[in-house]
């Protein structure tokens, strides 16, 4: 009997604005900057990447632009991308 699996897609568990919050806390204490930007991709895949760049004030094809792996978004792109997502960004 083979045992069948599937890629983990955490984007698929991030359901709530609250889900979303505390994903993004958690990398932004643990992980890098560009850990962060994936992880920004991975909320707005959850939200809809749609949505979030209508929120953001940015098009579909940039936002998939500036997440992708090796983007290099702008950190006005990035503030709008967090606030499309609900969230605010903070120095504590």
């Known amino acids: 009997m083979t045992t069948k699996t599937k890629p983990f897609d955490i984007?698929?568990?991030?359901e709530t604005q609250e889900d979303i919050r505390l994903f993004l806390?958690?990398?932004?204490?643990?992980g890098t900057?560009?850990?962060f930007i994936h992880a920004l991709g991975i909320a707005a895949k959850a939200r809809g990447m749609t949505e979030v760049a209508r929120?953001?004030?940015v098009t579909r094809a940039s936002l998939y632009k500036?997440?992708?792996?090796?983007?290099?978004?702008?950190?006005?792109?990035?503030?709008k991308i967090v606030a499309a997502l609900g969230c605010k960004l903070a120095v504590v």
């Open 25 to 30: 806390q958690e990398v932004a204490a643990t």
């Open 66 to 79: 500036s997440l992708a792996d090796g983007g290099n978004p702008r950190f006005e792109t990035v503030s």
């Open 11 to 14: 984007a698929e568990h991030l």
């Open 55 to 57: 929120q953001a004030g």
């Open 33 to 35: 900057e560009s850990d």
